[in-house]
């Protein structure tokens, strides 16, 4: 019976795991490309009220694509996070409205230049603070790894500020605006759009930006070079044709639309919900996706793990409390970030998103599993495995038929547990640019900067399904006991 519910856990897990690689490789007779993005740079790169990913480089890239004849597949993510997929050829190109620096040019290959930019900086819209001297001694809150934040760091220590990171563009602005940090220093066009729909920021320096310089695709320094020659051939095309000016239009105009949603929409816990309910579903269903193949693969590693901490072979016993002591040591987000650009930038081999955080789950939550086994095992009473021993079973026998029975009953409360650290710990997979429950959260936020609803709707979200897998816990527990 219970062997039975083990292969149909093996089976669905290994459903999961193809289904969840397959869909990551099209097949199409055009060449289709992996092209990574920022998340939220709008009116780059961002999500409109239906949770279409839009703005101007996503309709330029769409455009471009289509007349220059190949296809791509567009990965959301953190700007960082962007550029380091390309770095370590994880992703074949990157639009994020990244600028030209010629510091980035020892890494990367540009395509022509896209758009004109330069540095503004801004503080909150009632500020007192006016001229960069003013921010002697305060913070200033930055993007990672941006031209902006480039430019702040080289002028620090003149004006004697402090700076502070954060990952994305919307959690710099809350942290001006909340008043945490005195100002931040980024693209001119988009501090002015974010300024335009509503963002309670001042732009200083809006006639004279620092650095001015111009934005454009990327690719790993000397790959794909036929990639950034179908660019620029797309790009010369949509400029003549007129489509270029068509899409900056559509989002720079004076008459343009916001793509916030009405105030109605947003105003509301309801409001919200039912504008996103698609989004918070397609973000509730990855997580749950990598929860139960997280949580089936964990298992398994961490029972294999455990039994391996009590084998009588002094190797195998070793590599078990190595294995456990590696990856319970290492943060999971370090794991995850080493898995999914550590590696591949070492070996130049690809793999997806979605396996490297699934591995990082399994490393990661296997050893704690691993732990508790090995715990729930010894503190079988040693008198078991003798009294079985004597009655002529051998070592594997006893193991099999006395201890880990009775230890596996010890430890469901550990499992229950460890279950729902691996449904909050996928979470953190965002940072990678899966989509699932946070990562939606942080999209709809930049969207309609409503940070109190949205992350009281996410946090709700996450205690109904905690509260159901608890619940389907208990019954497990009880069936077994029974
Ligand atoms: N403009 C930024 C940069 O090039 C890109 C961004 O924040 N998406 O650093």
Do not use: C
């Amino acid at each position: 019976m219970k062997k039975g519910l083990l292969t149909v856990l093996v089976a669905l897990s290994a459903l999961f795991a193809v289904f969840g690689l397959s869909k990551e490789t099209a097949s199409a007779s055009e060449p289709n490309y992996t092209i990574t993005s920022d998340a939220t740079y709008a009116p780059f790169d961002f999500q409109d009220k239906n949770n279409q990913y839009i703005g101007i480089d996503q309709d330029l890239l769409k455009a471009i694509a289509k007349a220059a004849g190949f296809t791509v597949t567009v990965k959301p993510m953190a700007f960082n996070a962007a550029m380091q997929s390309v770095a370590s050829s994880q992703a074949d190109g990157v639009i994020a409205g990244t600028t030209i620096t010629n510091e980035r040019k020892a890494v990367y290959d540009f395509s022509d230049p896209y758009y004109k930019t330069g540095i503004a900086w801004a503080t909150a819209k009632n500020s007192k603070i006016k001229s960069l001297s003013d921010l002697k001694g305060k913070t200033v809150a930055l993007k990672t790894g941006t031209a902006g934040a480039e430019y702040a760091e080289s002028i620090k220590d003149q004006y004697g500020f402090k700076i502070t990171y954060f990952s994305d563009s919307d959690t710099v602005y809350r942290d001006v605006i909340n008043g945490n940090s005195v100002a931040t220093f980024a693209d001119m066009p988009v501090l002015q759009y974010t300024i335009k729909n509503g963002t309670a920021l001042k732009v200083q320096n809006s006639k004279d930006p620092f650095a001015a310089g111009d934005l454009g695709f990327a690719v790993k320094k000397g790959q794909n070079a036929e990639l950034l020659a179908d660019f620029n051939k797309g790009l010369a095309i949509i400029k003549k044709n007129g489509t270029y000016d068509k899409i900056i239009n559509k989002y720079l105009d004076a008459k343009a639309e916001t793509f916030t949603g009405s105030a109605k929409d947003n105003s509301t816990v309801w409001g919200i919900l039912k504008t996103n309910r698609s989004a918070f579903w397609s973000g509730l269903k990855q997580t749950m996706y990598l929860t139960v193949v997280g949580i089936i693969l964990a298992s398994l590693w961490g029972l294999l793990l455990g039994v391996m901490g009590v084998s009588k072979n002094a190797f195998v016993r070793g590599l078990s409390t190595t294995v456990i002591y590696i990856f319970r040591g290492m943060p999971m987000l370090v794991l995850a970030f080493f898995l999914y650009i550590g590696i591949p930038a070492l070996l130049g081999t690809k793999i997806s998103a979605w396996s490297a955080g699934i591995l990082t789950l399994v490393l990661n939550e296997g050893a704690y599993t691993g732990a508790f086994v090995r715990g729930g095992f010894q503190s079988v009473d040693s008198g078991q495995m003798e009294a079985a021993r004597s009655l002529g079973l051998s070592h594997g026998q006893a193991m099999r038929k006395v201890i880990i029975p009775q230890g596996l009953r010890l430890m469901v409360p550990s499992f229950i547990n460890q279950f729902i650290i691996t449904l909050k710990d996928t979470s953190l997979l965002s940072a990678i640019g899966i989509l699932e429950l946070t990562q939606t959260g942080t999209l709809i936020v930049t969207r309609n900067s409503q940070g109190f609803r949205v992350w009281a709707i996410v946090a709700m979200i996450y205690l109904v399904v905690i509260t159901l897998l608890t619940w389907f816990s208990n019954w497990v527990e009880k069936r077994m006991n029974a």
